[in-house]
Nanobody, 125 residues
Framework: VQLQASGGGLVQAGGSLRLSCAAS????????MGWFRQPPGKEREFIAA????????YYPDSVKGRFTISRDNAKNTVYLQMNSLRPEDTAVYYC???????????????????WGQGTQVTVSS
């Protein structure tokens, strides 16, 4: 199984980035997909999740209204559109895959079975 995250980079505050995560070696449409991030010196935190068919999405308050998760099961890819970026959004962003988790478990990194390698997002002020 491989999850390949891409699309990170350096952006000014207020700008936008779109992250992609291409999956291989798994039945992509069977997995709920999530995005997490880890700021420097901090714990990994939940950013977004999307159910298998894309019908339900979940976000913490810190990114709700600014970030949008989506997926294309035909391309085995999940996306994270990030708008109105802030310096505090600076982190390494990871995609992850999990099967069949209940809503309350989706923010828990330990529940996810497969992880990508991470992509750096840096937001300058």
């Amino acid at each position: 199984v491989q999850l390949q995250a891409s699309g990170g980079g350096l952006v000014q505050a207020g700008g936008s980035l779109r992250l992609s995560c291409a999956a291989s070696g798994l039945t992509f449409s069977s997995y709920t997909m999530g995005w997490f991030r880890q700021p420097p010196g901090k714990e990994r935190e939940f950013i977004a999740a999307i159910r298998r068919n894309g019908g339900r999405t979940y976000y913490p308050d810190s990114v709700k209204g600014r970030f949008t998760i989506s997926r294309d099961n035909a391309k085995n890819t999940v996306y994270l559109q990030m708008n109105s970026l802030r310096p505090e959004d600076t982190a390494v962003y990871y995609c992850a895959a999990v099967v069949g988790e209940i809503l309350t478990s989706l923010p828990l990194a330990s529940r996810y079975k497969h992880w990508g390698q991470g992509t750096q997002v840096t937001v300058s002020s």
